[in-house]
């Protein structure tokens, strides 16, 4: 499932939409979300934001509930640790337990929701990115908006590389368990370390191979990128700013109120 996202990214129902108009979507989502300062307009923007990947964009809620799993947990271990550590502000719940006295402020509650609300808004936007346009679009874009060509190449060589490792990763895994080599805690730890050696060595062969065939392929020091040119519609502008302007509004609107 490594190659699933740039996959779907390839096939989604949105994929004939200029990418320029996906990407101002998708980061003018997270922007609004991150300066946002009550929890009401990244809600909202999670909540659409995951509509429009899910309905529009015809992404399989199976996929995108499992994509969701990683960064929810997070935040929420993140916002339970907000909650009983800062305290502050009027108490809103206090217990004792192990002979400590805790409790629940009604600042730190809002807070926490505010990050809990600004991470959920945020990482829908990413994954409307990462889920309707393929990172081979991306690099188009950051090449016409002349961003350095050593930091784009060098982006595009690691994008690569991370599946190169992956698949090499799980072919050792694939057999290190068939010969039974995590059947105990000693053996995972002794297969583990065997595993990074041999990803090691694999990546420096693989990076040598690359130089070789580039230099056969006549390389000058430049990586040329073709940008897969896509109208941009007036009605699916319009719908951009408007959207922008609507959650933006919201939170202009819901600057003072505390949800808790």
């Keep these: 499932m490594h190659d699933l996202l740039d996959d779907y990214a390839q096939t989604n129902a949105l994929r004939d939409v200029s990418p320029r108009l996906k990407l101002v979507l998708g980061l003018g989502s ?4 991150v300066f946002s300062p009550s929890p009401v307009a990244p809600l909202i923007a999670a909540l659409t934001m995951s509509a429009i990947t899910v309905f529009l964009a015809k992404i399989p809620v199976r996929l995108y509930r499992k994509l969701l799993i990683v960064p929810l ?15 502050s502000g009027e108490p809103i719940i206090a217990f004792q337990a192990f002979g400590l ?3 629940i402020g009604r600042d730190s509650a809002n807070i926490a929701l505010l990050m809990l609300s ?6 829908s936007s990413l994954f409307f990115i990462a889920l309707t346009t393929p990172m081979i679009e991306i690099f188009s874009i950051l090449k016409s908006l002349r961003l350095p060509d050593v930091l784009l190449e060098l ?28 059947a105990s805690l000693r053996g995972s730890f002794n297969s583990f370390s065997m595993l990074s050696g041999v990803l090691f060595l694999r990546a420096w062969e693989q990076g040598e ?6 230099d056969s392929r006549c390389y000058d020091g430049r990586l040329d990128v073709f940008e897969r040119r896509t109208p941009i519609m007036l009605h699916g502008t319009l719908a951009v700013i408007g959207y922008l302007a609507a959650v933006a509004a919201i939170a202009f609107l819901t600057r003072d109120l505390r949800l808790i």
């Design 30 to 33: 997270i922007l609004l979300c």
């Design 73 to 87: 947990t997070f935040v929420l271990f993140s916002s339970l640790a907000i909650l009983f550590v800062t305290g």
């Design 101 to 103: 006295g805790l409790g």
């Design 118 to 123: 600004r991470t959920l808004g945020g990482t």
């Design 155 to 182: 982006s595009m060589l690691i994008y690569r590389y991370i599946f190169v490792l992956m698949d090499q990763a799980m072919m050792i895994n694939s057999a290190q368990t068939m010969r039974l080599g995590h």
């Design 209 to 214: 191979r690359l130089m070789v065939a580039m």
